[in-house]
């Protein structure tokens, strides 16, 4: 569907529903670029699904220090109007890893083609294997069995791995650090990057502190994967309300020249 054709539609008085699906239909992704689509969607939107965590100065970082600060420097009262000041680090809360994160010359995230900010969502269930296994890391036979259940995973979409760790950001289980501080929690294998480079993917999420698992040292799946010039998202929300297929992801992600990532509102249409 063209740009004109939607809107026309909206000219004419179409209902909202019809106008998120129409405008979702006409919504294409440039072949030209690193994990770029076809159509991301042309099926009706029953839902939106809030995929981010709502952003607090006390909300968990990989080193366990304070992050991001929220002053209130100008007040209805006093100055007609209410302001606040943020201060805070690019990776912290639901936010985006840009190429540059961990590139010499990457992409900053303000030049991440826009088109792939709207992709399609598959979600990948590691739940079981991460309630008995903390550290559990996604190999290449978790994307096997997942494609055998779901079909193969299209190009241009972003792959979020569900290992349940949402439900631990309101305490220390979120880090779940070791008496030693090794951080454990789920992530990706570094050899699953060169599949899902191969699967020509926008980007991947997790619902963790990190694209690698927490006892990673050495970030072999962000440097190989942000070395391909795709982007991640981390500690993102709500996966467990998704299926595993069928749904459109469309990221927020903030446009700051020069910037390596940076927080951003992530949702997603169902």
């Given at each position: ?21 129409a ?7 440039l ?13 009706p ?41 943020f ?6 809360g ?34 079981a ?11 290449p036979?978790d ?27 309101g ?7 070791d ?7 789920p ?15 926008a ?50 992600a ?17």
């Amino acid at each position: 569907m063209c740009n004109a054709c939607v809107m026309r539609s909206v000219q004419e008085g179409l209902g909202r529903r019809g106008m998120m699906a129409a405008a979702a239909a006409s919504v294409l992704a440039l072949s030209a670029q690193p994990g770029a689509a076809q159509a991301v969607r042309s099926t009706p939107i029953n839902r939106v699904v809030d995929l981010t965590h709502t952003l607090r100065p006390d909300f968990p970082t990989f080193d366990s220090q304070p992050a991001f600060t929220q002053d209130l420097v100008m007040t209805l009262a006093r100055d007609g109007y209410n302001v606040n000041r943020f201060t805070y680090f690019e990776h912290v809360g639901t936010h985006f890893d840009a190429p540059i994160h961990f590139t010499q010359d990457g992409a900053t995230v303000d030049r991440i083609p826009v088109e792939n900010l709207v992709c399609p969502l598959m979600v990948l269930d590691i739940r079981a294997r991460a309630a008995n296994v903390p550290d559990y890391e996604v190999t290449p036979e978790d994307i096997a069995v997942h494609e055998a259940q779901h079909g193969r995973i299209p190009a241009g979409a972003c792959l979020a791995m569900n290992s349940g760790w949402e439900s631990r950001v309101g305490g220390p289980g979120f880090r779940n650090a070791d008496s030693g501080n090794t951080l454990r929690f789920p992530g990706f294998r570094p050899d699953v990057a060169p599949l899902l480079i191969e699967r020509n993917l926008a980007a991947v999420a997790v619902d963790t502190l990190s694209l690698d698992h927490g006892p990673s040292s050495s970030f072999g799946f962000h440097k190989a994967w942000l070395a391909s010039g795709r982007w991640g998202l981390e500690c993102i929300a709500g996966l467990t309300g998704l299926p595993a297929t069928g749904a459109t992801l469309v990221a927020g992600a903030p446009k700051i020249a020069g910037a390596t990532g940076g927080h951003g509102r992530v949702i997603a249409l169902v």
